[in-house]
């Protein structure tokens, strides 16, 4: 397995290492289901606000929840690798959760990096990171393109 990968079990000692280094942690969560250029803009805008980024990638239970049958296309593990050979990436990890409060309370980032289809105020998790002394931020480029988006267009393609 990539060394990039850590158990979701080690999140809050990789937190208090980080700590303990001062180094500053951004982190960023989603799906990353059919990895894309926003994917990629979003992983980078979230570097941009932290030493190490942590990027939490939702496990296959909490994607069907989300985002419906027939979802994820890749599974967890692919999903997680994928995202690991992103090179501004430092760590990722499962959660199987359908927000990341959990995990923030265990990795205590400075940074949340949330995409542009949330507003600054909308942050689901923007109370836990002002409890944890740390801030919510919104990174990446326009949200014009989507998994969902992407998905339409190859069944519109390739429809018999």
Do not use: W
């Not at 290492?17 to 979230?46: K, M, P, Q, S, V």
């Not at 296959?60 to 419906?68: E, Q, S």
């Not at 992103?86 to 959990?102: H, M, P, R, S």
């Amino acid at each position: 397995m990539n060394p990039k990968i850590i158990s979701r079990n080690d999140a809050a000692a990789l937190g208090e290492r980080l700590r303990r280094e001062g180094r500053t942690i951004a982190f960023a969560n989603g799906c990353f289901d059919l990895l894309h250029a926003g994917h990629i803009r979003f992983l980078r805008g979230a570097k941009e606000h932290g030493e190490i980024l942590v990027v939490g990638v939702n496990s296959d239970r909490a994607v069907t929840t989300l985002k419906g049958a027939g979802r994820p296309l890749l599974n967890e593990l692919a999903r997680a690798e994928l995202v690991a050979a992103v090179a501004c990436v430092d760590y990722v990890l499962i959660f199987d959760d359908l927000t990341a409060e959990a995990l923030l309370r265990d990795l205590r980032p400075h940074v949340q990096c949330k995409g542009t289809d949330y507003a600054a105020t909308g942050v689901p998790e923007k109370a836990i990171m002002k409890q944890l002394g740390g801030d919510a931020r919104i990174v990446g480029d326009p949200k014009n393109h989507s998994t969902r988006q992407l998905l339409a267009e190859i069944r519109k393609r390739f429809q018999k």
